[in-house]
């Protein structure tokens, strides 16, 4: 334990962390993770046969993967060997396998804890294949990230994912609860405040036991109040990654609650976007694509509404611009909706495959030469506006093709009036040609 320290360039008596002080002991205190540790739970169903296979602990930061890995060797007898991925090559792994043959051979087992997996690259994920096969290493990965996104698929066949939540408001306050024991005396802190404080740990267990400490060595004697407690604790950003996932969940979370007629909770959604850093004129782009493919025709004026908002937002830009996304965000929440469009031209272009360069009919195709007059170009057109109705009927689908019907307006906003006109110009067609 001594070189641990010396290597961190501490003494072994140097102070810890609170959160380290009161990192869990046995699978039973951890917190949070109940449905992977509990009796009932894939974890526990492991431990109860005296078994554990390789594994991949995904979840968001302090909900306890590298604990539970440490205690997992623990339960099972197997030797820790605990490696971060951001520090360490194919060299050190070659190290550590080397180390866990010579081990095997000793009757001793090795769990291997790779911390931050998701950061090496595809060649050194491969590396673990055969040492995991022939039982020379338990595989215990650690990963902030989608495994299905970072993680090699021979490696993710050979190891079984287990999704962490992050902590919920009980699993904090038991954390909290605990940190007060240890110090044997309360936070400093009003019932408001400490619920606030709870909330700017946002599901990390760490950082609610970091914001523990920091409020501890204030050393205040009166409780603080909620205004008190932000004054003296500045709150991290919310954990937004715009390159990861956590982007596309909350982008998928705006547009479907956009599509689902629900602006409030698209309201939110855009909020959270925004304190996260995310570019407006991302949002903006994606607002336009919501206006076309969710609304469309329903409401001809949101993709008008989403580009002013796109003006706007590259016009003032942030934070003066964001009014002008949550505007747009309602808009667009509230608007009748329809993808009538999107699927018409769908069919359209699959249709467009399907029949291959077959030509326009003769009588719709200019004939700016004698030749192409010969051919029969352009003849028989009628010119539409100068019928009686504005409307010849005529067909403007190739001869070799049947005529389709690819749009479908809904019967809600504006493509009300649409059914009114295709119904009406279907049956002229009808009179017209017989």
Not at 39 to 47: E, F, T
Not at 361 to 376: C, E, V
Not at 418 to 427: E, H, M, N
């Amino acid at each position: 334990m001594s070189s641990l320290f010396e290597a961190a360039g501490m003494d072994v008596g140097a102070p810890r962390p609170l959160a380290d002080r009161l990192r869990p002991q046995t699978l039973e205190e951890v917190v949070g993770q109940d449905h992977l540790i509990g009796p009932k739970g894939p974890l526990g169903r492991m431990l109860a046969q005296g078994h554990l296979s390789s594994i991949i602990l995904w979840g968001p930061p302090g909900t306890g993967k590298t604990t539970i890995a440490r205690l997992l060797a623990d339960k099972v007898g197997l030797e820790f060997q605990p490696m971060s991925a951001i520090f360490s090559g194919v060299a050190d792994l070659k190290k550590i396998f080397e180390i866990a043959r010579g081990r095997r051979a000793t009757g001793k087992g090795t769990l291997l804890f790779v911390d931050e997996i998701h950061r090496f690259n595809r060649a050194q994920q491969d590396s673990f294949l055969p040492v995991m096969e022939d039982g020379t290493i338990t595989l215990v990965g650690a990963t902030t990230e989608n495994p299905s996104f970072e993680l090699n698929a021979a490696l993710l066949s050979r190891a079984q994912v287990m999704v962490l939540n992050r902590l919920d408001d009980a699993a904090l306050e038991l954390l909290l609860t605990r940190a007060e024991e240890h110090k044997s005396r309360k936070l400093p802190l009003d019932n408001d405040a400490r619920a606030t404080l709870r909330a700017m740990a946002d599901g990390d267990g760490r950082y609610a036991l970091n914001l523990a400490e920091e409020v501890y060595a204030l050393g205040l004697e009166e409780p603080l109040d909620t205004a008190g407690l932000i004054t003296a604790i500045q709150r991290r950003a919310p954990l937004y990654d715009k390159g990861r996932e956590g982007h596309y969940n909350l982008v998928s979370a705006l547009h479907k609650s956009v599509r689902g007629s629900d602006c409030d909770a698209a309201l939110y959604w855009l909020a959270r976007m925004l304190e996260g850093g995310e570019d407006p004129l991302y949002i903006a782009r994606r607002m336009v694509r919501m206006a076309n493919e969710d609304i469309g025709l329903a409401d001809p004026q949101a993709v008008t509404q989403a580009l002013a908002a796109k003006d706007v937002v590259d016009f003032l830009g942030s934070p003066e611009g964001d009014l002008a996304l949550a505007q747009c965000v309602i808009y667009l929440a509230t608007a009748p909706k329809s993808n009538a469009a999107y699927m018409a031209f769908n069919a359209a272009r699959q249709a467009a495959k399907e029949t291959g360069s077959v030509s326009p009919p003769a009588h719709i195709l200019n004939a700016p030469t004698r030749l192409m007059k010969d051919l029969g170009y352009g003849k028989g057109y009628v010119y539409d506006p100068d019928t009686a109705d504005g409307f010849s009927g005529q067909n403007y689908f190739p001869d070799e093709m049947e005529r389709a019907a690819f749009y479908q307006p809904q019967e809600r906003g504006f493509e009300r009036e649409i059914v009114k006109r295709l119904a009406y110009w279907q049956k002229l067609r009808a009179e017209k040609n017989g």
